[in-house]
């Protein structure tokens, strides 16, 4: 992926419904250009699909955190699985740095949230972890 193409996705992440002329304009290419760059990112599987982000999904929990979180050993793999079984992750996250793992929570409660994060600090491997609320969503993708 090259410069063009992180270019486009940008558009694309800005609004994804734009016509081919809209992103033709935006990008300063031709429309030939667009729809082959586009054809190629979807044919080597750099872009997987479209989809459609509602302000109400966006809201239904009123609770919303990141859990960083430190894992021993080997242990990464088993830990990713765990947190993934769990319901209140929206998303989790492999990173490099200090935090191997970085989780996305969402609750309806305070006292829910606290429960996650008492439940993942119990995962055997996890040796250290930071919780930050997630208090206003100033940008959207």
């Known amino acids: 992926m090259d410069e ?14 734009a ?5 033709a ?3 300063g290419w031709s429309r030939t ?14 872009i997987l ?20 979180i430190a894992i021993e050993g080997r ?8 947190l993934n079984a769990m319901p209140e992750m929206r998303r989790v996250y492999s990173t490099n740095g200090r935090w191997d793992v970085i989780v996305e929570i ?5 006292e829910q949230f606290d429960d996650i994060l008492f439940r993942v600090r119990r995962l055997d491997g996890v ?11 100033r940008k959207t993708v």
């Open 106 to 110: 969402g609750t309806d409660t305070l």
């Open 33 to 46: 250009t667009v729809r082959a760059r586009l054809d190629k990112l979807k044919a080597n599987g750099e």
């Open 49 to 68: 699909g479209f989809s459609v982000v509602l302000k109400s999904e966006q809201m239904r929990d009123a609770v919303r955190g990141l859990m960083m």
């Open 19 to 23: 016509s081919l002329s809209q992103l």
């Open 127 to 137: 040796t250290a972890s930071e919780t930050s609320l997630l208090l206003a969503t």
């Open 4 to 17: 063009m193409d992180r270019r486009l996705i940008g558009a694309l992440r800005h609004d994804a419904r």
């Open 25 to 27: 304009s935006l990008l």
């Open 75 to 82: 242990g990464t793999d088993r830990i990713i699985r765990q």
